[in-house]
T-cell receptor, first 114, second 114 residues
Framework: DGGITQSPKYLFRKEGQNVTLSCEQN?????MYWYRQDPGQGLRLIYY???????QKGDIAEGYSVSREKKESFPLTVTSAQKNPTAFYLC?????????????FGDGTRLSIL | DQQVKQNSPSLSVQEGRISILNCDYT??????FLWYKKYPAEGPTFLIS?????DKNEDGRFTVFLNKSAKHLSLHIVPSQPGDSAVYFC?????????????FGTGTRLKVLA
């Protein structure tokens, strides 16, 4: 069954620690995205990638890093430079093309500070 | 500055009646508008979309209306069912920096009462 898988579901970060959130898709989608959701706010774009070995910053990329070494995988690292990392993180994928391509989302990772 | 706004954080409707969820936007350059539904502890799932050149799109119980002059769109669910209880996000897409990007609203929590 095709889909997009995020792990872990819950993650805790200590001060000064980098943590990596996993995102894998088997939908054969070219485009992948990372969003952050805070209470009372919409989804805000962190990074996106349209093709393997290429990615661009979204609206709130500071303190985050990504890689796209394989079409199926788009991991997000929350670095110690991100001073307010507590949030719900969503990964999505879609076909490339016009802006009506629906995004398929994973079930999210909730990151908290210890 | 929020380009896509959902001003009603919550809405309650009786089962069998119509649910109307509203969304306003500020950027007249958006090409497509999409609605997503989100259940607790799950990622959003795509519901329906509409092109900016149309004023209505229908899919079963779900209809989206677009009023470009008012920069307003709405999602109608008829008849509403208890399983429709979820958070609904509207999103707008526009072509920028060589790709389509999506701007999400803050969501409206719909509760359908049995």
């Amino acid at each position: 069954d095709g889909g997009i898988t995020q792990s872990p579901k819950y993650l805790f970060r200590k001060e000064g620690q980098n943590v990596t959130l996993s995102c894998e898709q088997n939908l054969n989608h070219d485009a992948m995205y990372w969003y952050r959701q805070d209470p009372g706010q919409g989804l805000r774009l962190i990074y996106y990638s349209q093709i393997v070995n290429d990615f661009q910053k979204g609206d709130i990329a500071e303190g985050y890093s990504v890689s796209r070494e394989k079409k199926e995988s788009f991991p997000l690292t929350v670095t110690s430079a991100q001073k307010n990392p507590t949030a719900f993180y969503l990964c999505a994928s879609s076909n490339k093309g016009r802006g009506n391509q629906p995004q398929h989302f994973g079930d999210g990772t909730r990151l908290s500070i210890l | 500055d929020q380009q896509v706004k959902q001003n009603s954080p919550s809405l309650s409707v009786q089962e069998g009646r119509i649910s109307i969820l509203n969304c306003d936007y500020t950027n007249s350059m958006f090409d497509y508008f999409l609605w997503y539904k989100k259940y607790p502890a799950e990622g959003p799932t795509f519901l329906i979309s509409i092109s900016s050149i149309k004023d209505k799109n229908e899919d079963g119980r779900f209809t989206v209306f677009l009023n470009k002059s008012a920069k307003h769109l709405s999602l109608h669910i008829v008849p509403s069912q208890p399983g429709d209880s979820a958070v609904y996000f509207c999103a707008a897409s526009g072509f920028t920096s060589g790709t389509y990007k999506y701007i999400f609203g803050t969501g409206t929590r719909l509760k359908v009462l049995a």
